[in-house]
């Protein structure tokens, strides 16, 4: 892969040349249903039966047949269908029965009429509605046919799906086991949080972010702390995570004048590719591998650190875990304050996207250093400022990319 001290490399440019190196590496398991919250998809899913698995009425009423409504007199009753308990008797002509939704309508049903549109007396039930072939039943199949696919693999499994599958009957899945992350961060400078600050000390916020962002991706995290600028310290950090994770994650160390330690154990170590992005916040980035582990080495400043993360690590993530990705949606809105840019990088710049009175709209969080968090927490959306654009006037448009789950 080599040492690349070359010119900037565009986002995608990156992205693509990382993710033309990674496979899946997680093996398919089997799980429990009760057990597959947020766990991936090893296999497409098949539905074994149809849903609805029955043609079934729709609306609490009356099952009736067309033909014995065309006398428009009242129908007598011949008896009832409930969810779970059908109507299997006989069904005379001129007679209706009785069905509560979810029930399976008797054989030569033509149409269930709801209750709302019927009248009860002593001679029968009146239908005050001509109804049409087929109102208010359910046919089988009608949601999911047998045989048909339900939910492809890479797929996260999530309260959306999991009924899905309960519905199908489906006590057991095949799932990707969780990818294996370790993670710390580096720096004299930084400590724990919790404890006093020194003089020309800060709090390591980094590993914070980092965590939450890999849990909200399902992704297993080993947490090795901080590690002090020491070649040995950072040598056993990085054989421990070679060893006992598919991917290691550090903060910090990889901007010009930082990379040297981490450019000497990655080239002892196995390979590495460092890479200069032209993106804004986030220049310095690293991409490499260890002996089985693969390398990402985000940026120490806490916000290109976040954007890094969600722009290339995420992807590149999900592809090592088998995860079908998505980019985030991308709007276009009109800026309400002027932007301050200049060409030459892609620049992600925080926003408040909202709803204007002629459409959507969106304003700054104020400065963009990439070393004010404090912008990023109030922000709802990145404002996407391309390579070649220069500053921004309010009353432009331009593109938003909206905060996903990642950051949600």
Known sequence: ???????????????????????????????????????VLARDILSPLSVPPFDNAAMDGYAVRLADLAAGAPLKVAGKAFAGQPYEGEWPAGHCIRIMTGAPVPPGTDAVVMQEETQASDNGITFLTSPFPGQNIRRRGEDIHEGASV??????????????????????????????????????????????????????????????????????????????????????????????ADVLITTGGVSVGEADFTKQLLEELGEIGFWKLAIKPGKPFAFGRLSQAWFFGLPGNPVSAMVTFGQLVQPALARLAGIHFQRPLSLTATVTTPLKKSPGRL????????????????????????????????????????????????????????FGSLLL
Do not use: W
């Open 1 to 39: 892969m080599g040492f690349d001290n070359g010119a900037l490399r565009t986002l995608e440019d990156a992205l693509q040349g990382m993710l033309a190196r990674l496979d899946c590496r997680c093996e398919a398991e089997p799980v429990p249903l009760t057990e597959a919250l947020d766990r």
């Open 151 to 244: 939910l492809g693999a890479g797929t996260r499994l999530t309260p959306r799906e999991l009924p899905l599958l309960a519905s199908l009957g489906i006590a057991t899945v095949s799932v990707r086991r969780p990818l294996r992350v370790a993670i710390f961060s580096t720096g004299d400078e930084l400590k724990p949080v919790g404890t006093p600050l020194g003089h020309g000390d800060i709090y390591d916020s980094n590993r914070y972010g980092v965590r939450a962002m890999l849990a909200r991706m399902g992704i297993a995290c080993l947490d090795l702390g901080i590690i002090p600028d020491d070649p040995a310290a950072l040598r056993a950090a990085f054989l421990q995570a070679d060893r006992e």
């Open 347 to 402: 620049d992600f710049q925080r926003g408040i996207l909202s709803q204007g009175p002629n459409g959507l709209e969106v304003r700054s969080t104020g400065s963009q250093d990439s070393a004010v968090f404090s912008s990023l927490s109030r922000a709802n959306c990145y404002i996407v400022l391309e390579q070649a654009r220069g500053k921004v006037a309010a009353g432009e448009t331009v593109t938003v990319e909206l």
